[in-house]
């Protein structure tokens, strides 16, 4: 059994991401959730892509192993307000450094990759933090120490 580590399969999927946009001249991006998982997103109709195209990212996503979904990627009519998603503004660059292949010894290391990903870690993040801004917290430390 292959362990894969979240870095690897972020590795992986931004490799298909880059493949896939330079195959079928669409961009895709990245969708993790809040329990690590990544999806494929495109900001496109699903008629607008071939089944060639999305069992192309259904292959790759079949390789992230536990930091997979089902492997269908989403399109913007799976969303009922897709361009409250796909024009969001914690949509960033990632940039996915470049990696040597174990298996050869030559250490040639692959390229770094960029990838649009958006990372969902908790619901309502973003309104917590419109809520309270940084000027008005009161930020607590506790400190631990073996004497």
């Given at each position: ?123 309502g993040q973003v309104g917590c933090a419109q809520m309270y801004p940084a000027a008005q917290l009161r ?9």
């Amino acid at each position: 059994m292959i362990t894969i580590r979240f870095n690897d399969a972020l590795r992986i999927a931004a490799e298909a991401a880059s493949a896939f946009a330079e195959k079928y001249d669409m961009p895709v991006r990245l969708i993790r959730d809040i329990y690590g998982r990544i999806r494929f997103a495109l900001d496109r109709e699903r008629e607008a892509c071939s089944e060639e195209a999305a069992n192309f990212l259904k292959a790759y996503a079949a390789k992230l192993g536990p930091y997979s979904t089902n492997g269908t990627p989403l399109f913007r009519d799976d969303f009922a307000d897709a361009d409250s998603l796909f024009n969001h503004p914690d949509w960033h660059e990632t940039l996915v450094p470049g990696n040597v292949d174990d298996d050869d010894d030559d250490g040639v290391v692959g390229p770094e990759l960029v990838v649009a990903l958006l990372d969902r870690q908790i619901v309502g993040q973003v309104g917590c933090a419109q809520m309270y801004p940084a000027a008005q917290l009161r930020i607590r430390r506790v400190s631990f120490s073996m004497v």
